[in-house]
């Protein structure tokens, strides 16, 4: 027998639930509460096989109270109950710890084939959403520069870096040789002339 716990702040939806939930033959104990903390309590006593958790709390997001949840109680299955069928909500449920994510317009007979699942240690997706969780990873696939475009990086190589620092001197050397020039004074007699004295210049700078 699974026993279930509902933590969901709309009383009606909670009650429904609970009353179509007691009609399954597998399903045991069933407890419900709209205050999160209340519910961690009744985590704390024991006895819950499966937390039905409600993705909006009113004052605390599901999605963060399932990964505090799942530290503390890893054994526990978990399925999210959420109004949002973008995929994003599920693959963050999941990655937090929930085996199973649930669209709340989903059928009963839905519902339970989601309980059945987790507690066989399945995961579980609501059918549209599972839909475009792989519709996502078919275009990632297909076309994986559209979640990470390229990015340009340069290797660092000191020996490269040297070489173009070199090289860029080298082109400079024209120049800087016009410039000294002007201020170098007149060459000793028997010494070679100014333009030849550069080139040492320029390589002890290196």
């Not at 509460?33 to 096989?49: H, K, S």
């Not at 503390?72 to 069928?85: E, G």
């Not at 599972?130 to 979640?147: K, R, T, V």
Request: aromatic share 4%; glycine share 8%; hydrophobic share 40%.
């Amino acid at each position: 027998m699974t026993n279930i716990l509902i933590i969901d702040d709309h009383a009606m939806f909670r009650s429904g639930l609970h009353k179509v939930l007691q009609d399954v033959p597998e399903i045991g104990n069933v407890e419900e509460t709209g205050e999160w903390r209340e519910g961690l309590d009744r985590l704390e006593a024991g006895a819950v096989d499966l937390l039905l958790l409600d993705i909006n709390l009113p004052d605390r997001s599901g999605l963060d109270l399932l990964g505090m949840i799942h530290s503390r109680f890893p054994a526990l299955h978990i399925i999210v109950l959420s109004m949002y069928s973008e995929p994003q909500y599920a693959l963050r449920a999941l990655r937090n710890g929930a085996q199973g994510y649930v669209a709340k317009d989903m059928e009963v007979a839905d519902l339970i084939s989601a309980i059945r699942s987790v507690r066989r240690g399945r995961k579980f997706v609501t059918p549209s959403i599972a839909e475009s969780l792989l519709g996502n990873m078919h275009s990632l696939a297909s076309d994986p520069h559209a979640a990470h475009p390229p990015v340009r990086a340069r290797i660092a190589d000191p020996a490269h870096d040297r070489g173009r620092r070199f090289a860029d001197r080298h082109r400079r050397a024209p120049v800087d040789q016009r410039q000294d020039r002007q201020h170098l004074p007149p060459a000793p007699a028997g010494e070679a002339g100014p333009g030849l004295q550069r080139p040492a210049c320029a390589v002890r700078g290196v």
